[in-house]
């Protein structure tokens, strides 16, 4: 099994920055396209930011110019830097990669874990 391990979340007050890691085990991490997404209880999991192989990026409104993603293939970790939080950006946020390997076996639609974010006002 290949896994995705979200870290850095955490309690922030608003107007502060964290930043989110996730890092993966296989390979191909490199080949593999890593989007952020966010829920809340009660609410579907939403989209907030995806990287392309080639360093592409996308946001979501409701983030674009506060957030960043990136990306380390040589250590297998993507990141989502978060600034000016507000409140509503309180969630779990999960990390998605859309393959990775292991030996000769593929793996597909990997979600971590989650990584809770609480924003204070």
């Known amino acids: 099994q290949v896994h995705l391990v979200e870290s850095g979340g955490g309690l922030v007050q608003a107007g502060g920055s964290l930043r989110l890691s996730c890092a993966a085990s296989?390979?191909?991490?490199?080949?593999?396209?890593i989007s952020w997404h966010r829920q809340t209880p009660g609410l579907q999991r939403e989209f907030v930011a995806h990287i392309t192989t080639d360093g592409n990026t996308n946001y979501a409104e409701f983030v674009q110019g506060r957030f960043t993603i990136s990306r380390d293939n040589a250590k297998n970790t993507a990141y989502l830097q978060m600034n000016s939080l507000k409140p509503e950006d309180a969630a779990v946020y999960y990390c998605n990669v859309d393959r990775l390997r292991l030996g000769l076996k593929q793996y597909l639609n990997i979600w971590g874990q989650g990584t809770l974010v609480t924003v204070s006002s």
């Open positions: 296989g390979s191909g991490f490199s080949l593999s396209v």
